[in-house]
């Protein structure tokens, strides 16, 4: 993602929100194997709640476009995510560019001694509804946080029990 501009054709989507999420989790395996593990898009549906992840377009690399669906009762949100950079088994960025969710994130895998990783994952999504989106985001805040670290965690504990690969 380049610090100065927009990536391909996304716009403004490309460009850091003021809804900051970041959530950090030390997995027992090794970095290529979580990273591997973490593109497995599909299988997010196994550790993300009430949701269901596919490519749409793509092999799941850089430039392919990733569909998350959160269903809720009758509230969906749909999730639409341009792949813009693979450095395996280090980082991964998408742009989220749909209607509703919209910004830049990563996923970040440092190698640790005994074959640890610690997993870092941030995003920066552009609030909804202008300045009543910038006064809610205090409110919502702690729930995206608890619900990113839970989500991020549980993926953690698949992949220690090799049921995540």
């Not at 005994?114 to 909804?128: A, I, K, N, S, Y």
Request: aromatic share 8%; net charge positive.
């Amino acid at each position: 993602m380049s610090e100065t501009g927009p990536v391909g054709g996304l716009g403004d989507a490309a460009q850091p929100g003021t809804g900051e999420v970041t959530a950090t989790v030390i997995v027992r395996a090794p970095a290529p194997k979580v990273f591997a593990a973490f593109l497995n898009w599909e299988r997010q549906s196994d550790w993300i709640p009430f949701t269901k992840v596919r490519v749409v377009e793509g092999d799941g690399g850089e430039g392919s476009l990733i569909e998350a669906v959160t269903a809720l009762g009758p509230a969906v949100v749909r999730d639409e995510m341009r792949v813009v950079r693979v450095d395996a088994p280090y980082e991964l960025r998408v742009v989220h560019c749909g209607k509703v969710l919209r910004g830049p994130g990563s996923m970040r895998c440092t190698a640790m001694g005994g074959d640890r990783t610690q997993v870092v994952m941030h995003e920066w999504f552009h609030l909804p509804s202008g300045a009543a989106g910038k006064l809610a985001w205090p409110v919502l805040w702690p729930g995206s946080k608890m619900g990113f670290k839970g989500a991020l965690k549980k993926f953690g504990r698949l992949v220690e029990e090799g049921k995540l690969s």
